[in-house]
């Protein structure tokens, strides 16, 4: 699964700690997210996606590949 995360935060002009601090993770988690290497839980992506008034689809993009 691909996200837009790191370009949103930038967009919106929010640190990566500010990112972690309003869904309640770990800045580290924020890292991998941005980097690719971590897929969030559905609870985590709905929050994530609500900082920037999104929704879920939105924010994280589904690659058939990733079965």
């Known amino acids: 699964m691909k996200n837009i995360v790191k370009e949103l935060r930038l967009k919106h002009g929010i640190t990566q700690q500010e990112l972690a601090d309003r869904v309640c993770v770990s800045s580290r988690t924020i890292?991998?997210?941005?980097?690719?290497?971590?897929n969030p839980s559905v609870l985590l992506a709905y929050k994530i996606s609500s900082v920037f008034n999104l929704t879920i689809e939105e924010t994280?993009?589904?690659?058939?590949?990733?079965r």
Do not use: A, P, V
């Open 60 to 66: 994280f993009i589904f690659d058939e590949d990733d």
């Open 31 to 38: 890292i991998s997210l941005e980097k690719q290497q971590y």
